[in-house]
């Protein structure tokens, strides 16, 4: 039996940014389209109310993702991203705002409970805080964790690392300690080479030199002469068999759909 559904199968971005902006124009700060994604950036403080009214109004009823990114360079350097989804128009649009350390979020855990668990990610990875929400700790590290991992000046390698001591039989935190030779970089071009020596750069430097080079005068030397070939001449297996000629024609190859053949 055919069901019948009040989505679309393919939904489209128009006339959505005039629908919805008429109705958030107050708090809007723009609204574009790129990548086949429709984009509203709002004011920070009125986050809840915008979301609010995408899900009343227009028929966003889930809270998808919400996501944080980083640019250093501005003023307000971290983006919270909230991602919603509408089942019944088969359509997603994305809300933007901006925030720093200083500045949280207004929470929107009053409006889907599922936020309290994507605002905890986006507060652990990058530091972001938001305002009312009941359970802000962190989510994805450890406990005790120092910094923000998804921030671009948090180090690749972290500020310490952690091991299981046999001497205090338990989990111990230490800073990190990077001895590795490989983890010393000179950043040449791969063109102009390093200053110091490569293991292996000596066999490129030619034949190494000797005290006295090594020459063969007589077959003596080389191993070489009538006993070498004589030796060689020597039947160390059975020859193969004779074939005698049945005069049948030799077996073709299987066909492939066949048992010997199959695939």
Not at 134 to 151: A, S
Not at 177 to 185: A, D, K
Not at 223 to 239: E, M, T
Request: hydrophobic share 35%; charged share 25%.
């Amino acid at each position: 039996m055919a069901v019948v559904h009040s989505a679309p199968k393919f939904a489209s971005n128009e006339g959505v940014i005039d629908a919805v902006a008429e109705t958030i124009s107050v708090w809007l700060i723009e609204a574009t389209e790129a990548h086949g994604e429709v984009i509203f950036r709002v004011e920070r403080d009125a986050i809840p109310r915008v979301l609010a009214i995408l899900r009343d109004d227009h028929a966003y009823q889930q809270l998808m993702e919400i996501a944080g990114v980083d640019y250093p360079s501005r003023p307000e350097r971290f983006e919270v991203v909230y991602m919603l989804q509408s089942l019944t128009k088969n359509h997603r649009v994305m809300v933007k705002c901006s925030a720093s350390e200083d500045t949280p979020v207004p929470t929107v855990t009053t409006l889907w409970p599922n936020a309290g668990w994507l605002e905890r990610e986006v507060f652990d990875m990058f530091g972001v805080t938001f305002a009312g929400n009941p359970d802000l700790r962190r989510i994805l590290t450890d406990y005790g964790f120092e910094g923000h991992p998804f921030r671009k000046d948090f180090p690749m390698t972290g500020y310490t690392e952690l091991r299981y001591s046999e001497e205090e039989k338990r989990v111990v935190y230490e800073p990190v300690v990077l001895p590795q030779e490989m983890r010393t970089f000179d950043f040449l071009s791969p063109w102009e080479g390093a200053d110091y020596v490569l293991p292996g750069d000596e066999k490129s430097r030619g034949t190494p030199p000797v005290a006295e080079a090594k020459t063969t005068e007589n077959t003596g030397q080389t191993g070489a002469g009538k006993a070498a070939d004589k030796a060689a001449a020597k039947i160390v297996s059975p020859p193969p068999p004779i074939q005698k000629d049945t005069g049948k024609p030799a077996p073709g190859a299987p066909d492939p759909t066949s048992k010997e053949g199959g695939r």
